[in-house]
C-alpha cells in the first residue's frame, strides 16, 4: 500500500527584512490561516533602509526608528 501524502500547501512570504509591517503582515496570516493545511515560511530580503521605500513614507507619514 503506498504510504499516505501530506497535502500542506507552502507559502513563501517576501518581505523587507526591516520593516515593522513584515511583522505584522506575517502574524496576522497565521492567525487567518490557522487550523488550515498551510506552512509559512518567511523570507526576508535585504535591502539597506537608506535604499527601501518604508510604507509610511508613501502615506505621507513618519515611521518610528527601529
Not at 39 to 57: L, Q
Amino acid at each position: 500500500m503506498p504510504a499516505k501524502m501530506s497535502q500542506r500547501i507552502k507559502v513563501y512570504s517576501y518581505s523587507i527584512y526591516h520593516s515593522s509591517n513584515s511583522y505584522i503582515g506575517i502574524a496576522l496570516a497565521e492567525k487567518a490561516l490557522r487550523g488550515l493545511p498551510v506552512d509559512i515560511e518567511r523570507r526576508p530580503i535585504y535591502i539597506p533602509k537608506e535604499r527601501g521605500i518604508k510604507v509610511a513614507d508613501l502615506q505621507g507619514r513618519s515611521e518610528s526608528a527601529l
